[in-house]
């Protein structure tokens, strides 16, 4: 049983549908998310770990632990548009064959991507980079760009984690390996075969034209995709009215989630977000039952 949630106006609801535990690239393991997310007020809580759903059964136990409501959640790595895209799950099924099993064929590449890195890097004058990420790894078979940077700002390289990525790990510098993740009907389809509901993560973070961004929305909501994210950490306080217009035009309902990975990392604390632009539909907006 998921704790009661008194719903009241559903806007007003402290959502937080994205974050990152240890089984992923988060610093917490999901325990410690879930208090921390009681301790900010999140009412509606999910973990999103990129490409991985191991967490999704401690982090259910310890949100009822702290009367949180809960829903499994996963962040899809995808290759779209020749960009990096990832697609959040909600109200996944974790255990559900088709989902596993294709999340399974998304991590498989990760380790050889991440020695490539460390042979890139080492090109660059950094040595034993891949050998210091897994140091920071709690999963060994999602090893991250994240746990690069963490290394080298520990090494001195770089201050923090952003400057990392501006100066080594994003496309065209030294550290930059590209990688080909799951397409756009591949995550889609998992995630609505474990019966959940797919959402397109932070959109204000693609490189991608106003065409292109239609085209990826059509094609999404072709697909059976039924969100995108608005009030997110990566978000600007422009781009959250932005992209509530779009979600609005365009028939998504809107999500909202932090995208935290850590204490000293993440700017955006669990929960910390402002509510949802009004006339936006949380994609929480007909959750109710399953709180009850
Ligand atoms: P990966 O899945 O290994 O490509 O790593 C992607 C993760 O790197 C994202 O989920 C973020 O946590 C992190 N990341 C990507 N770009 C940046 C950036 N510019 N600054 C900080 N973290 C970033
Ligand atoms: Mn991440
Ligand atoms: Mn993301
Ligand atoms: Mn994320």
Redesign the pocket.
């Given at each position: 049983m998921n704790p009661v949630l008194d719903w009241g106006d559903p806007h007003r609801i402290n959502a937080d549908l994205h974050c990152?535990s240890v089984q992923?690239?988060g610093v917490l393991n999901p325990e410690e998310l879930a208090q921390r997310a009681a301790e900010q007020g999140v009412q509606i809580w999910s973990l999103t770990d990129?490409?991985e759903v191991s967490g999704v059964a401690r982090a259910r136990a310890a949100a009822k632990a702290h009367g949180l409501a809960f829903v499994a959640g996963v962040?899809i790595?995808v290759t779209c548009m020749a960009q990096?895209v990832?697609i959040v799950g909600l109200n996944v099924d974790e255990t559900h064959p088709a989902l596993l099993n294709g999340l399974e064929s998304v991590r498989e590449g990760?380790n050889a991507?991440?020695q490539d890195m460390g042979h890139q890097l080492a090109k660059a004058g950094i040595h034993g980079a891949y050998e210091g990420a897994l140091k920071y790894v709690g999963n060994p078979a999602l090893?991250?760009?994240?746990?690069f940077?963490r290394y080298l700002v520990d090494q001195g390289v770089c201050s923090d984690?952003?400057e990392?990525?501006?100066r080594f790990?994003?496309p065209g510098k030294p550290g930059y390996v590209p990688?080909d993740w799951a397409s756009l009907p591949e995550a889609v389809g998992w995630i609505r075969a474990a019966g959940g509901q797919a959402v397109i993560a932070h959109p204000g973070?693609y490189s991608l034209s106003p065409l292109q961004l239609d085209a990826l929305i059509d094609w999404f909501k072709a697909l059976g995709g039924e969100g995108i994210e608005v009030v997110t950490g990566s978000h600007t306080v422009d781009e959250y009215k932005s992209f509530a217009r779009k979600a609005l035009r365009c028939g998504l309902k809107a999500s909202r989630g932090s995208?935290f990975?850590g204490p000293n990392?993440s700017h955006v604390n669990l929960g910390q977000l402002p509510d949802l632009p009004d006339g936006c539909v949380p994609i929480w907006d007909n959750w109710s039952h399953r709180f009850q």
């Amino acid at each position: 049983m998921n704790p009661v949630l008194d719903w009241g106006d559903p806007h007003r609801i402290n959502a937080d549908l994205h974050c990152h535990s240890v089984q992923s690239d988060g610093v917490l393991n999901p325990e410690e998310l879930a208090q921390r997310a009681a301790e900010q007020g999140v009412q509606i809580w999910s973990l999103t770990d990129h490409d991985e759903v191991s967490g999704v059964a401690r982090a259910r136990a310890a949100a009822k632990a702290h009367g949180l409501a809960f829903v499994a959640g996963v962040e899809i790595s995808v290759t779209c548009m020749a960009q990096t895209v990832h697609i959040v799950g909600l109200n996944v099924d974790e255990t559900h064959p088709a989902l596993l099993n294709g999340l399974e064929s998304v991590r498989e590449g990760r380790n050889a991507r991440a020695q490539d890195m460390g042979h890139q890097l080492a090109k660059a004058g950094i040595h034993g980079a891949y050998e210091g990420a897994l140091k920071y790894v709690g999963n060994p078979a999602l090893v991250s760009r994240t746990h690069f940077a963490r290394y080298l700002v520990d090494q001195g390289v770089c201050s923090d984690v952003r400057e990392v990525f501006t100066r080594f790990l994003t496309p065209g510098k030294p550290g930059y390996v590209p990688h080909d993740w799951a397409s756009l009907p591949e995550a889609v389809g998992w995630i609505r075969a474990a019966g959940g509901q797919a959402v397109i993560a932070h959109p204000g973070r693609y490189s991608l034209s106003p065409l292109q961004l239609d085209a990826l929305i059509d094609w999404f909501k072709a697909l059976g995709g039924e969100g995108i994210e608005v009030v997110t950490g990566s978000h600007t306080v422009d781009e959250y009215k932005s992209f509530a217009r779009k979600a609005l035009r365009c028939g998504l309902k809107a999500s909202r989630g932090s995208d935290f990975h850590g204490p000293n990392e993440s700017h955006v604390n669990l929960g910390q977000l402002p509510d949802l632009p009004d006339g936006c539909v949380p994609i929480w907006d007909n959750w109710s039952h399953r709180f009850q």
